[in-house]
C-alpha cells in the first residue's frame, strides 16, 4: 500500500470515508447497546460513576427481599394475635355465662324433736367438693328466768344496776339496767351488747312474758350462758344465774345458723320451706348431708352440671390459645414464640430494626397468666370467676398492646420499603443519565453519517474520473 499512491483528491475522500466509518460503527454501537458509555474508555468518570450507582441499587434491591420477608412474619404474629383474642374473649364469655348461671340445686328436709339432753351434741355435717366437711350443731342453750319479770319492769335496789353476760369464750361490757324496765327492754339490751362483743348471745321474751337467753354458737359444744354482776355494786338483781337446759334449735334458728357459718357461706344456702329445712347446693359438686335423728330424708343434692360443663369448654379454648400461638410462623422465624427478626434497611447494615415480642417472652397461657387448668369447683364461687374474668382481661390488654406494637412495627418496615424502592429507582435514573444512550439523537447521528458517507463515496468517483480521462488517451 505504501508503493500506491494516490492523488490528493482520492486521498482526501478516502480519508472522509474512513471517519465516516468509524463513526458509524460507534453509533451503530450505541444503538445496540442502548448505552453511550460501555466501557471505562468511553467516559472513565461517568463509567465508575454509574458502576458505583447501580451497585448500590443491587445492594438495596437484595434487602427488599427481606423486608418483603419481615412484612409478612409481623403479618403472620398479627394474624395469630387476632385469633388469640377472639379466643380469650370467647373464654371470658364462656366465664360470664358461668357467672350469670343459678341452675343450682335444692331438697328439703324434715326436722326432728330430738331429747333435750342429746340436742346439745347432736348436729349434721354437709360434705362435698370444695366444702370439705362441716359440721352444724342442732341444739340451743337456753335459760328462761325463774320468775317473770313484773308488768311495771324490773325492780332494783338502786338505779343503774350492770350486768355481763358471756357464751362460755366472749364476755360482753356492762349492761346497765335502769328501774322500770321490761324483759323486753332487757332483750334488746342484752342482744346490742352481745353484737358488739361478738358473743355468741341471743335474747329473747317468750309467750309467758318471760326472759329468755341462748347460746347460739353454730359449730363446737355451746357453753351455758352465764350471767356476773357488772362493775358497778347495787342491790340484788332479778336475774342472773347459768344455763341449765337445753332445746332443739327451730327450722328458722337452723336457717339463720347455716346462713351465718362462714364456713357454708357462698357454698351452701338455707331457708324455710314451708316449716322444712331447704339447703341449696351452691357448687359444682354434689353435697352430702347427714343429719343423725335430727331430720329425715337425708341425701345428696347435685352439682351445678352447667357451670361444670363450661368449666371444661374454658380448658378446651386455653388449649387452643397455646396452639395459635404456635402455629403463627413464617419461614421458619414465630414472634409469638419469643423468636426476634433483625431487618437491615441500608447496605452498610448501620439502619436496621430488631422486632420481637415484649422481653421476647412467648405469648401464651402461662406467659398471659391466664389459668392453666380450671376445675369444675374453681367455678362455684360468684367472686372466684370474677377473678378469673378480670384475669382474662389483663390478658386481652396485654394481647391488643403487643398487637399495637407489631402494628407500629409494620409500618416503619413499610415505609422503609417505599423509601427504598424510591430510592433504588434514583440510582438506577442517576445511573442511566450517566451512561445511556439518546435513541433518538443517535438515530439521526446514523441516518446523516449514512448521508455522509453516500456522499463521500460520490465524491471519491468523480476524483477517479481525472485518471480514467488519462487512461482513454493511452488507448
Do not use: H, W
Not at 237 to 247: D, E, L, N, Q, Y
Amino acid at each position: 500500500m505504501a508503493n500506491i499512491n494516490l492523488t490528493a483528491a482520492v486521498r482526501s475522500n478516502l480519508s472522509a470515508l474512513q471517519g465516516t466509518a468509524t463513526l458509524m460503527a460507534k453509533t451503530q454501537d450505541r444503538l445496540s447497546t442502548g448505552n453511550k458509555v460501555n466501557s471505562a474508555l468511553d467516559n472513565p468518570t461517568n463509567f465508575f460513576t454509574a458502576a458505583s450507582l447501580n451497585s448500590r441499587s443491587n445492594d438495596l434491591n437484595n434487602l427488599m427481599d427481606s423486608m418483603a420477608n419481615g412484612v409478612k412474619t409481623i403479618e403472620a404474629a398479627n394474624n395469630g394475635l387476632t385469633s388469640i383474642t377472639k379466643n380469650l374473649e370467647s373464654m371470658q364469655s364462656t366465664l360470664r355465662q358461668a357467672r350469670q348461671d343459678k341452675s343450682f340445686l335444692t331438697a328439703s328436709y324434715t326436722l326432728a324433736s330430738p331429747p333435750p339432753a342429746a340436742t346439745v351434741s347432736s348436729s349434721f355435717t354437709l360434705a362435698g367438693g370444695s366444702l370439705g366437711t362441716a359440721t352444724v350443731l342442732t341444739g340451743k342453750a337456753v335459760m328462761t328466768q325463774a320468775t317473770a319479770i313484773a308488768a311495771g319492769g324490773i325492780a332494783l335496789a338502786d338505779n343503774g344496776k350492770q350486768l355481763k353476760i358471756s357464751d362460755g369464750v366472749t364476755t360482753t361490757s356492762d349492761i346497765t339496767l335502769a328501774t322500770g324496765d321490761t324483759a323486753q327492754m332487757i332483750a334488746d339490751k342484752i342482744n346490742a351488747a352481745a353484737s358488739s362483743a361478738d358473743a355468741k348471745v341471743s335474747a329473747s321474751v317468750d309467750a309467758a312474758g318471760k326472759l329468755a337467753i341462748a347460746n347460739t354458737t353454730s359449730t363446737g359444744t355451746p357453753t351455758a350462758v352465764t350471767i356476773t354482776e357488772g362493775t358497778t355494786t347495787g342491790g340484788a338483781a332479778t336475774i342472773g344465774a347459768s344455763v341449765a337446759s337445753f332445746a332443739a334449735k327451730t327450722t328458722d334458728e337452723m336457717v339463720n345458723t347455716i346462713n351465718d357459718t362462714v364456713a357454708l357461706q357462698g357454698k351452701v344456702r338455707a331457708s324455710n320451706d314451708n316449716g322444712k329445712l331447704r339447703l341449696e347446693n351452691d357448687s359444682t359438686q354434689k353435697l352430702t348431708v347427714t343429719g343423725g335423728t335430727y331430720m329425715t330424708g337425708q341425701g345428696s343434692i347435685g352439682g351445678n352440671t352447667v357451670r361444670s360443663d363450661l368449666a371444661t369448654q374454658f380448658n378446651q379454648l386455653r388449649d387452643q390459645l397455646d396452639k395459635l400461638s404456635d402455629d403463627a410462623s413464617f419461614n421458619g422465624i414465630n414472634l409469638l414464640r419469643g423468636d426476634k427478626l433483625k431487618i437491615t434497611f441500608n447496605e452498610t447494615g448501620t439502619s436496621s430494626i430488631d422486632i420481637s415480642t415484649k422481653g421476647q417472652k412467648a405469648v401464651n397461657s402461662s406467659n398471659l397468666k391466664v389459668t392453666t387448668t380450671l376445675a369444675a369447683k374453681d367455678l362455684d364461687s360468684d367472686d372466684q370467676i370474677d377473678g378469673y374474668i378480670a384475669q382474662i382481661g389483663t390478658a386481652l390488654t396485654s394481647v391488643r398492646s403487643q398487637a399495637s406494637s407489631f402494628g407500629s412495627n409494620l409500618s416503619i418496615v413499610q415505609n422503609r420499603q417505599d423509601f427504598t424502592k424510591s430510592m433504588t429507582n434514583t440510582l438506577e435514573t442517576g445511573a442511566g443519565n450517566l451512561t445511556l444512550a439518546d435513541m433518538n439523537q443517535e438515530a439521526a447521528n446514523m441516518l446523516a453519517l449514512q448521508t455522509r458517507q453516500s456522499l463521500a463515496q460520490s465524491t471519491l468517483s468523480m476524483a477517479n474520473q481525472a485518471d480514467q480521462g488519462v487512461l482513454q488517451l493511452l488507448r
